[in-house]
């Protein structure tokens, strides 16, 4: 354990120089988010804290069916870390521990004297939040909300002790929102954000619960520092009693689907709106693409025990599929992903007119939820979505969403996630 300890002390100084080094990020204004500062740190240093923290997070073995074949989880500790465009692409000796603890010996296999089992995917797994350490590796969002929702977004130790952060019987996180039966202003909710932030890569959610209900508005989504310029992708995003799943790219000028046509783009989702991803040329609605079945979102995704998102983001474009639970694909159960087998994505945007390095830059990861608001409160008196057939206004007689979700805490009791895991793969 020398060489843990030496890490530390090494780590320690590390980010001490780091601190002392770091400069004033901008701070972002967006529709979306208020990010608030980012530290960078300089490429050299990276590298080595990358390494460095990889070699301390590798200690913990685990066991799960999942996660039988990968034979050390990483689970994240409280730091900041970064990976650009050259760790993505990177496979230089600096990876070798992270490849070591990854094909190394499973502490979970039966047999004496273990094989490891041979990688056959560039894809590395480089995050891991799940189980009881879920909420280790995540900042704590307490500005006012950005799209106009009424919640009081709250610090960890609020959230628990209001019980807005639990786990389940099976040790899976819960995310809700407060239910007392009236409030007179806000609710309280939670927004977390990874503390690292990710230049590409494959984001996979394992959930069985998606929060919905009239006034509810929750996200699973990665954004950068200074929207809409550096981008925003959502994975898992919808309101009210939709049912079905809407991804949507936030960018700066430029970026955009090369056709509506699902076929054209080889995805099973529907295009809504426009081509055009741009934020500010779209008066922020971004490009976003309804998934065709109702299991992928809220009442429908709750009910088949909910399934897995994964986000690919790499040089081919990005692309979101969602895989229901025990349709899970095989690749990813045993760890060892290779996304050409997964079939046709339920949301897609090609890099041919969408270059992803150049409109995505540095994003963390983010759950949140939030009530009324720019999205769930417009939509209030809007009815012929699926699963919101009739209006909110007309189902639950209220004129103002508001003044609906105030009065009924009771109507909030399914406005809550329940995480299995969140992971990041990256090709290292
Ligand atoms: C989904 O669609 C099927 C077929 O139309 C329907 O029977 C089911 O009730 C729908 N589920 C939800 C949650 O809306």
Same mark, same amino acid.
């Given at each position: 354990?020398t060489?843990?300890?030496?890490s530390?002390?090494?780590?320690?100084?590390l980010l001490?120089?780091?601190?002392?080094?770091?400069?004033?990020?901008?701070?972002?204004?967006s529709?979306?988010?208020?990010?608030?500062r980012?530290?960078r740190?300089?490429?050299?240093? +990276? #590298?080595?804290?990358?390494?460095?923290?990889?070699r301390?997070?590798?200690?913990? @073995?685990?066991?799960?069916?999942l996660?039988?074949?990968?034979?050390?989880?990483?689970?994240?500790?409280?730091t900041?870390?970064?990976?650009?465009?050259?760790?993505?692409? !990177?496979?230089?000796s600096?990876?070798?521990d992270?490849?070591d603890?990854?094909d190394?010996?499973?502490?979970?296999?039966?047999t004496a004297?273990?094989?490891p089992?041979?990688?056959?995917?560039?894809w590395k797994?480089?995050?891991?939040h799940k189980?009881?350490? $879920?909420?280790?590796?995540?900042?704590?969002f307490t500005a006012?909300?950005?799209t106009h *929702?009424?919640?009081n977004y709250?610090?960890?130790?609020?959230?628990?002790k209001?019980?807005?952060?639990e $786990?389940?019987?099976?040790?899976?996180a819960i995310l809700?929102?407060?239910?007392?039966?009236?409030v007179?202003s806000k609710?309280m909710?939670v927004?977390?954000?990874?503390?690292? &932030?990710?230049?590409?890569?494959? $984001?996979i959610?394992?959930?069985?619960h998606?929060p919905?209900g009239c006034?509810v508005w929750?996200?699973?989504?990665?954004?950068g520092p200074?929207?809409?310029?550096t981008?925003?992708i959502?994975i898992?995003?919808?309101?009210?009693d &939709?049912?079905?799943?809407?991804?949507?790219l936030h960018?700066?000028?430029?970026?955009?689907?090369?056709?509506?046509?699902? *076929?054209?783009?080889g995805? !099973?989702?529907k295009?809504i709106?426009g081509?055009?991803?741009g934020a500010?040329?779209?008066?922020?609605?971004g490009?976003?693409i309804?998934a065709?079945?109702n299991?992928t979102?809220g009442?429908?995704?709750?009910?088949?025990?909910?399934?897995?998102?994964?986000m690919?983001w790499d040089?081919?474009?990005?692309e979101v599929?969602f895989?229901?639970r025990?349709?899970?694909?095989?690749d990813?159960?045993?760890?060892?992903l #290779?996304p050409?087998?997964w *079939?046709?994505p339920?949301?897609?945007?090609?890099?041919?007119?969408?270059? @992803?390095?150049k409109y995505?830059?540095?994003?963390?990861?983010?759950?949140?939820?939030?009530?009324?608001?720019d999205?769930?409160g417009n939509?209030?008196g809007?009815?012929g979505v699926? *699963?919101?057939e009739r209006?909110?206004?007309?189902r639950?007689?209220?004129?103002?969403?508001e003044? $609906?979700?105030?009065?009924?805490?009771?109507a909030?009791?399914?406005?809550?996630?329940?995480?299995k895991? +969140?992971r990041?793969?990256?090709k +290292?």
């Amino acid at each position: 354990m020398t060489s843990f300890k030496s890490s530390l002390l090494f780590l320690t100084l590390l980010l001490g120089l780091c601190l002392a080094a770091n400069s004033n990020a901008p701070t972002a204004r967006s529709w979306r988010d208020i990010s608030g500062r980012i530290n960078r740190h300089s490429t050299g240093l +990276v #590298q080595d804290f990358r390494s460095a923290f990889q070699r301390v997070f590798s200690v913990q @073995p685990e066991e799960d069916d999942l996660d039988k074949n990968i034979e050390q989880d990483f689970i994240v500790g409280e730091t900041t870390d970064e990976y650009d465009d050259e760790d993505w692409k !990177s496979s230089g000796s600096d990876e070798t521990d992270l490849d070591d603890a990854l094909d190394g010996t499973s502490p979970t296999t039966d047999t004496a004297n273990p094989t490891p089992i041979p990688s056959t995917s560039p894809w590395k797994l480089v995050q891991m939040h799940k189980g009881t350490d $879920f909420f280790k590796g995540w900042d704590f969002f307490t500005a006012s909300d950005p799209t106009h *929702g009424i919640v009081n977004y709250v610090d960890e130790k609020t959230a628990r002790k209001n019980k807005l952060l639990e $786990f389940n019987e099976l040790g899976h996180a819960i995310l809700r929102v407060e239910t007392t039966p009236t409030v007179k202003s806000k609710r309280m909710s939670v927004r977390i954000s990874t503390k690292n &932030y990710f230049n590409g890569g494959i $984001f996979i959610l394992d959930a069985t619960h998606i929060p919905f209900g009239c006034g509810v508005w929750p996200a699973f989504w990665t954004n950068g520092p200074r929207w809409p310029y550096t981008g925003e992708i959502d994975i898992v995003e919808a309101v009210n009693d &939709y049912t079905h799943n809407q991804a949507t790219l936030h960018t700066d000028y430029g970026c955009k689907l090369p056709s509506t046509s699902s *076929g054209k783009l080889g995805m !099973s989702g529907k295009v809504i709106g426009g081509v055009d991803c741009g934020a500010h040329s779209t008066n922020n609605q971004g490009c976003g693409i309804r998934a065709a079945s109702n299991n992928t979102y809220g009442k429908g995704f709750n009910a088949i025990d909910g399934g897995m998102y994964a986000m690919k983001w790499d040089s081919t474009g990005i692309e979101v599929y969602f895989f229901k639970r025990g349709s899970i694909p095989k690749d990813i159960i045993a760890g060892e992903l #290779q996304p050409s087998k997964w *079939g046709k994505p339920q949301a897609r945007w090609p890099a041919s007119s969408c270059n @992803p390095s150049k409109y995505f830059v540095d994003h963390r990861i983010i759950f949140d939820t939030t009530l009324c608001g720019d999205w769930a409160g417009n939509v209030w008196g809007s009815s012929g979505v699926p *699963g919101q057939e009739r209006s909110c206004k007309a189902r639950t007689g209220y004129a103002r969403c508001e003044d $609906f979700v105030r009065a009924n805490g009771a109507a909030m009791k399914e406005a809550y996630w329940v995480i299995k895991s +969140v992971r990041v793969w990256q090709k +290292v």
